[in-house]
Nanobody, 124 residues
Framework: QVQLVASGGGLVQAGGSLRLSCAAS????????MGWFRQAPGKEREFVAA????????DYADSVKGRFTISRENAKNTVYLQMNSLKPEDTAVYSC?????????????????WGQGTQVTVSS
């Protein structure tokens, strides 16, 4: 059974930082591209960042470029999202997803597995 468990969310002031983690089990982690998405209340799910199987390639939403960094440790079956210079508009539930592919994608439907999400709240 595949599980993606996201953690690291919380309440932070604007300008602060958080590091999210997503621990995967039940799959061959190194065979999956990984992505982070977020969903704010009343809004659709939004792509945040993605990373290739080896970590050699990454992709970011324009809204987070220069502030967020996605990385992975295949030996630990874990993907991370380092979030700096947080803004109130970054407030959302952040979820990780796994895609059995060599390509990156911003489309949620193209991911095979999803985690439960972790809440990030940025106060002004």
């Amino acid at each position: 059974q595949v599980q993606l468990v996201a953690s690291g969310g919380g309440l932070v002031q604007a300008g602060g930082s958080l590091r999210l983690s997503c621990a995967a089990s039940g799959l061959t982690f190194g065979s999956y591209a990984m992505g982070w998405f977020r969903q704010a209340p009343g809004k659709e799910r939004e792509f945040v960042a993605a990373i290739s199987r080896t970590g050699a390639r990454t992709d970011y939403a324009d809204s987070v470029k220069g502030r967020f960094t996605i990385s992975r440790e295949n030996a630990k079956n874990t993907v991370y999202l380092q979030m700096n210079s947080l803004k109130p508009e970054d407030t959302a539930v952040y979820s990780c997803a796994a895609r059995l592919s060599i390509t990156l994608t911003v489309i949620p439907a193209n991911y095979n597995y999803w985690g439960q999400g972790t809440q990030v709240t940025v106060s002004s």
